[in-house]
């Protein structure tokens, strides 16, 4: 299954969407060495990441011909996180420009190692040929 569109991060990352549909996600993820901290779990930016995914493509699952861009994120760090990763991301409430959405991640073992909410605001994807005028490819709804 694809993302939609084509994020470098993401690609190097290398999550791999499993679910996107009807306000769910789910993304599996394996950290590779340099993806890990001094204490050799995976590294708390690279998680933060697995969840701002999961979160957005959660969001976008609803409406897919919309991307979406984080407005704010919170993130509680539960348990190191170590092995295969799956990253749930669930909406939980939208308005017409505003996704409100939270996601999990969990272990091989199904213990959760972290947890996040976050706000994402809903954009129209503009064509991104230099010169345009749009920034980061994006035009807002507003």
């Not at 190097?12 to 599996?28: P, Q, R, T, V």
């Not at 998680?47 to 995914?53: A, Q």
């Not at 272990?107 to 947890?115: I, K, N, W």
């Amino acid at each position: 299954m694809k993302f939609g569109v084509e994020v470098p991060f993401v690609t190097h990352l290398g999550f791999e969407l499993a679910l996107f549909d009807a306000g769910e996600s789910e993304i599996i993820y394996q950290a590779r060495d340099e993806h890990l901290n001094s204490f050799g779990v995976t590294h708390g930016g690279a998680s933060m990441t697995l969840m701002d995914v999961a979160m957005a493509a959660a969001a976008r699952s609803v409406q897919k011909d919309m991307g979406v861009v984080t407005i704010e994120m919170k993130t509680s760090f539960m348990l190191p996180a170590k092995g295969p990763l799956t990253a749930r991301g669930h909406l939980m409430q939208r308005t017409k420009t505003l996704a409100f959405v939270e996601a999990k991640i969990t272990d091989a073992q199904g213990r959760l190692c972290a947890h996040g909410t976050g706000t994402f605001k809903y954009v129209r994807r503009a064509d991104a040929k230099p010169g345009n005028g749009a920034a980061a490819g994006v035009i807002a709804t507003d």
